[in-house]
């Protein structure tokens, strides 16, 4: 099953592009999107950084025919998991978003590859289908 990124969601909702044989995957195995998702563009919205059609993300959401995802006990101990730091000689910093990290541990969890435009999440999970 799919877990598509708040970035991802967001762009269908829109009907901005999303590569043709993605679109397709996501069509046919169908795809999960974490409550944190609408919540992020809400947030977003609300600070000015993102435009919404509607305030109601979530019934949007579901009438593109995408299940919620609520976030449940077993994600929590998944995110305690995550690195904070990379396995390099710079000890960089990897991701440091709290919506990120959580839809990473909600994946790993349910065993969900993610779809993403953010490369990095790929240092986090084996699944990982970056658009």
Known sequence: MLLLDTNIIYRWLMALPIPGPVAKRIRSEGAMVSILSPWEMLIKHQVGKLDLPTLDVASDVVAQGFG???????????LAELPMLHRDPFDRLLHRDPFDRLLLAQAKAEGMT???TDRIFGEYLP?????
């Open 114 to 116: 993610v779809v993403t």
């Open 68 to 78: 919620l995802l609520a976030v449940k006990p077993e994600h929590l101990l998944a």
């Open 127 to 131: 699944n990982v289908l970056v658009v």
